[in-house]
């Protein structure tokens, strides 16, 4: 049983020393630095690929939900990256 614990101690360590020392926050959630690295990399493949890149500061976040749910399908982003996307837009500081 003591091993256990120890292992579990230890495992959470090793998470919490894995995680990025800067998250950010969008909305109500925090998040990863990795994370938004990744919706940024999916908004500039997919959304890159047929045309220039809006600048995500120049809508509010309210207005990228529109510009989302119009242009993610187009994407072929599944709900994740969609998602993941949309936090990276939004947390780009105007």
Avoid: R
């Avoid at 940024?40 to 309210?62: E, M, R, V």
């Avoid at 990228?64 to 119009?70: D, L, T, Y």
């Amino acid at each position: 049983m003591k091993k256990l614990v120890v292992a579990a101690i230890l495992g959470t360590g090793f998470l919490i020393s894995c995680t990025p020392k800067t998250p950010a926050v969008v909305g109500t959630k925090t998040i990863t630095a990795e994370y938004l690295a990744q919706g940024k990399t999916i908004f500039d493949n997919s959304c890159g690929k047929c045309h220039d890149l809006p600048n995500p500061t120049a809508h509010s976040a309210q207005n990228w939900v529109g510009i989302m749910n119009s242009m993610a399908p187009k994407a072929k982003l599944n709900d994740e990256q969609h998602q993941m996307v949309y936090d990276y837009i939004v947390s780009v500081k105007k």
